[in-house]
């Protein structure tokens, strides 16, 4: 069932950080975050680099397929939710809610992203030398109140890119607010 997945495209975008943010960060944008090589931090933004974490298991992937291929979206969703560490009684409250709707709609793109992702998203440290042809500046950010294995992700990766900046946005967490990510955007797109 396994599959490789790479896309390569260039775009200039004539909108706003906040109009960008909106497009990526939402619905359907949000598996955007996943396009390209497994190099780049994902996993619903959950990509894990150290061990402060258990690693997911080797069948996550073929798993959530099986549940999806049963057209078992909600059960792929509650998967991946415990597997991000949302707790418990969140994951089981979470199908009441109005965004879960949305969520489900998207749920058939769980195992993309993992796959994209590779082993970047299963719990190993990161391979340092992976990302060191990669020369254009970034930026990476993360959200204070994020999980600590998201914040270690993040820095991890700020050190691995040869150009890039590390920035915590205080009070977020992994789902950043755009009036939040908008000025630091701006303040790199613009330095």
């Known amino acids: 069932m396994g599959k490789d997945y790479e896309i390569h495209h260039d775009a200039t975008i004539d909108a706003t950080p906040e109009q960008i943010w909106d497009a990526i960060a939402t619905g359907p944008g949000i598996s955007s975050w996943f396009i390209g090589r497994t190099d780049i931090d994902g996993d619903t933004v959950h990509t894990t680099f150290d061990n402060t974490r258990t690693p997911r298991e080797p069948t996550f992937i073929t798993d959530t397929e099986a549940l999806l291929a049963r057209d078992d979206r909600t059960g792929a969703l509650k998967k991946f939710m415990r597997h991000v560490g949302v707790p418990a009684v969140v994951v089981h409250l979470m199908p009441l809610t109005p965004p879960w709707r949305k969520l489900k709609a998207v749920a058939p793109t769980l195992p993309y992203d993992l796959r994209i992702l590779g082993d970047t998203g299963r719990g190993v440290p990161l391979d340092p030398t992976r990302w060191t042809g990669l020369t254009a500046p970034a930026i990476v950010m993360d959200g204070g109140k994020s999980p600590q294995y998201m914040r270690n ?7 691995a890119l040869p150009k890039a900046g590390y920035r915590t946005l205080p009070g ?7 009036d939040a990510v908008a000025p630091a955007l701006k303040d790199f797109l613009t330095a």
């Open 153 to 159: 992700a993040a820095r991890a990766l700020s050190e």
């Open 172 to 178: 977020q967490t992994h789902m950043v607010k755009a």
